[in-house]
């Protein structure tokens, strides 16, 4: 069992950067690999960027590509997503969700996700 709470969430203009981060506890984080997606108010959740248990792969969405960054520092159990030239088209709530398993890919299905966190509102302001 793992239990994730995200934060970092709130309201930027557009062209700014906000940090999100995903605080886990319960089963050993290291061996998850961690995602995070969005969900936009009338759209289906959709996902953002992920990185592998040992940390050696990441992948975006191209749509944030190039603007957001994830990475996890296991010795706190948390990943981060580092959101930077936000746009109107970000606004969201945003999760974060744990995948069990050694997986040696990035997996961008939210159904195959174990474990999800409750979410952060980001909103940007154009």
């Known amino acids: 069992q793992v239990l994730l709470v995200e934060s970092g969430g709130g309201l930027v203009q557009a062209g700014g950067s906000l940090s999100l981060s995903c605080a886990a506890s319960?089963?050993?984080?290291?061996?998850?690999?961690m995602g995070w997606f969005r969900q936009a108010p009338g759209k289906e959740r959709e996902f953002v960027a992920g990185v592998t248990w040992s940390g050696g792969r990441t992948y975006y969405a191209d749509s944030v590509k190039g603007r957001f960054t994830i990475s996890r520092d296991d010795a706190k159990n948390t990943v981060f997503l580092q959101l930077n030239s936000l746009k109107p088209e970000d606004t969201a709530v945003y999760y974060c969700?744990?995948?069990?398993?050694?997986?040696?890919?990035?997996?961008?299905?939210?159904?195959?996700?174990?474990?999800w966190g409750q979410g952060t509102q980001v909103t940007v302001s154009s």
């Open positions: 319960g089963d050993t984080f290291s061996l998850y690999g």
């Open positions: 969700a744990a995948v069990a398993g050694r997986l040696t890919r990035v997996i961008t299905e939210g159904s195959k996700y174990d474990y």
